[in-house]
């Protein structure tokens, strides 16, 4: 277990609309402790039997650690900032298509501020059995000790699956967010994952753009002496294009999939070269 | 989105950083009886447009008409050149290098300067080039200004002229949203004005909706992939002949990842995102199939996108638009069995693992 846990009280700002009411839904079903939801103007209102309030200043009374956060992409900076000074410890963003200029100075508040921040556009954190703050499908869990993070969605719910499809089970899943800035980032999490008692093998599902899966390699290399299993896709990009994910794109020859599996192996850390592989991989 | 040269500078213009006189033509009926010498530079796209050919330089008005009509009609490193800059000759004393970027890893707008210009910064060794990152909550300052005046060994006048020009272009990339502006060369003429050579700006797309007056198609993508942006599809063109259809941005590249492992070649990337709607799934359909596949590959971990939905999806789009290229899926996730039950009902190849899904694909194209 590493950041939260079954006593972790949770707030969702958005939780009226569409994606939040949804998933603070699936999360109760998790069994997370959704204490509070905070929509502007839906105060007073109820979304699965959890009161909504103005602000997060009012939910202050029943001390809440973490807020989920699902509003549009316009309003991410605010409902952020409006987390960060009222004390909230962790914060995580849902959101898509957050500009990254506002994600910058989320960051450099949240890091002033000591918090703990996941995304933007990351599917959240999952501890199985004990919580889950985000969008991960509950059935793909089991509670094991197999750490993963990744900086995907829809392809951690697969390699996901295919861990515990072979008996394996989960101990944290962090999706860490497909944007070029954002708050935890695989250098921050495998310092974690390898100090967390619970875990005892690690799954990175590393993509194309920026310098993090090396980063972490180097530090793997150093430190780590749990088995460590990684994946890399995007090695068909075409350079200069982006996938989808802002953060995944090959910029004058930097942040290739070539450079991070050269990386990985030089860590002797075992190179998956198809999802589906990861599970043989782990025995 | 990248911004061609003179909409750069049209910025720059903007916040008050010296650039060129100067004006932009689509068609040679637009040029104007100027100053001479004057530089005609070739709006694309692309580095290395001096070396392509991609600059001329014209002593007249008839030399200026020759030399447009030249570059109008010609290709530039592969680009069709649609627009040009005309602008005044500087005299040129001195080149040097300067830009703004994002830096991923301390996470905040980095200043990236050095006293060789004019030449790709990629090729100036490391001890040529000085970094100053601003704390994005702290913002700008003039000490920044004397910092980097002092490496580009720049006093007096210059370095009177050059503290507006860094602090301005700071706030140009804060408040235009850049995640670059850069001005290489930044040049000093042989009369001490610091200028504004040429200009590189990209605005990040995700803060667009601040900036309505910057939307326009995206000059680097095809006609089909800015059709399907307004439609809020990723959609990107390649080279190969199966088309594909997947649901998040990390498996629909690991599915072109695992497609190219096996020799198969992709004709595209789409993401369907996560929608749980018939008619998206059916709009995804109609984007590829303009794309002219041979072979389409629909791979959906089921979550949000209910497995059924999309299976539905694939037999409507089918009868729609009347398919006959074969169609392999991979469903997998929420109501997986339902949806592979609806496309084995209507007579599609449906698995519920990637690898049988692309083996399958392989012995379709004889890659196995």
């Given amino acids: ?283 | 989105m990248n911004l061609y040269e003179y909409m750069g500078k049209e910025i720059f213009k903007k916040y008050s950083i010296p650039v060129p006189d100067g004006y932009k033509i689509d068609r040679v009926t637009d040029l104007k009886q100027y100053e001479f010498p004057v530089a005609v530079k070739s709006q694309v796209l692309s580095g290395k447009r001096g070396k392509a050919g991609g600059i001329k330089f014209a002593k007249s008005g008839d030399e200026l008409k020759q030399e447009s009509e030249e570059l109008l009609s010609s290709k530039i490193n592969g680009l069709q050149v649609e627009a040009l800059l005309i602008e005044k000759m500087l005299n040129i004393k001195k080149e040097l290098y300067l830009s703004i970027t994002l830096d991923r890893s301390s996470k905040a707008p980095i200043i990236i300067m050095s006293t060789e210009g004019g030449m790709d910064i990629e090729s100036v060794p490391e001890d040529k080039i000085h970094k100053i990152v601003v704390d994005p909550l702290i913002g700008y300052s003039d000490y920044i200004s004397r910092e980097a005046a002092e490496f580009l060994e720049l006093s007096g006048d210059l370095k009177k002229q050059f503290s507006p020009i860094l602090s301005n272009l700071y706030n140009a990339f804060m408040g235009e949203d850049a995640l670059l502006m850069e001005i290489n060369p930044l040049i000093i003429d042989k009369t001490d004005n610091i200028i504004a050579g040429d200009s590189k700006v990209t605005i990040d797309d995700n803060a667009l909706f601040r900036h309505k007056n910057l939307i326009i198609d995206d000059p680097e993508k095809t006609a089909l992939e800015n059709e399907a942006s307004s439609k809020s599809f990723t959609f990107i063109e390649m080279g190969g002949h199966i088309g594909v259809i997947a649901n998040g941005a990390g498996l629909t590249m690991a599915t072109l990842d695992a497609l190219t492992l096996h020799k198969l070649e992709p004709r595209n990337f789409l993401d369907l995102g996560g929608t749980d709607n018939i008619e998206i799934v059916e709009e995804a359909f109609s984007f590829v199939l303009r794309a002219k596949p041979e072979i389409l590959f629909v791979n959906i971990f089921g979550g949000v996108t209910k497995a059924d939905t999309v299976a539905n999806g694939i037999v409507s789009s089918k009868k729609k638009f009347n398919i006959k290229e074969p169609i392999v899926v991979r469903l997998s996730g929420i109501h997986e069995e339902e949806g592979r039950k609806i496309l084995m009902d209507n007579g599609i190849k449906a698995f519920s693992d990637m690898n049988s899904a692309i083996s399958e694909l392989a012995k379709m194209k004889g890659v196995e």
């Fill in chain 1, 1 to 283: 277990m590493v950041v939260v846990n079954g006593n972790t009280k949770v707030i969702v700002q958005g939780m009226t609309g569409h994606q939040g009411a949804f998933h603070s839904g699936e999360m109760i079903k998790f069994g997370t402790k959704v204490i509070a939801g905070v929509s502007p103007g839906k105060s007073g209102t109820k979304v699965h039997g959890v009161d909504i309030y103005e602000t997060v200043y009012d939910t202050l009374d029943m001390h809440p650690d973490a807020s989920m956060i699902s509003v549009p992409a316009p309003f991410i900076k605010d409902a952020a900032m409006e987390a960060i000074d009222n004390g909230i410890k962790l914060i995580y963003i849902l959101t898509e298509h957050v500009p990254v200029q506002d994600t910058m100075e989320i960051v450099a508040e949240a890091r002033r501020k000591n918090v703990f921040m996941i995304g933007p556009n990351s599917p959240g954190i999952t501890v199985p059995g004990e919580c889950k703050i985000g969008i991960m499908p509950n059935h793909i869990f089991r509670k094991g000790d197999i750490a993963i993070a990744s900086r995907s969605g829809t392809l951690t719910y697969e390699i996901v699956k295919a861990v515990t499809d072979a008996g394996f089970g989960e101990s944290t899943v962090i999706g860490l967010g497909g944007d070029p800035i954002i708050g935890t980032t695989f250098s921050d999490v495998i310092k974690i994952y390898n100090e967390d008692p619970a875990t005892k093998k690690i799954i990175l599902v590393g993509e194309i753009g920026g310098s993090e899966e090396e980063k972490a390699a180097a530090y793997i290399k150093e430190h780590v002496k749990k088995p460590v299993v990684g994946y890399i896709t995007g090695r068909s990009a075409p350079p200069g294009k982006k996938m989808g994910h802002a953060g995944a794109i090959i910029e004058k020859g930097t942040g290739t999939a070539d450079s991070k599996i050269k990386a990985f192996e030089s860590a002797g850390i075992k190179v998956a070269d198809y999802p589906d592989d990861i599970p043989k991989m782990l025995k």
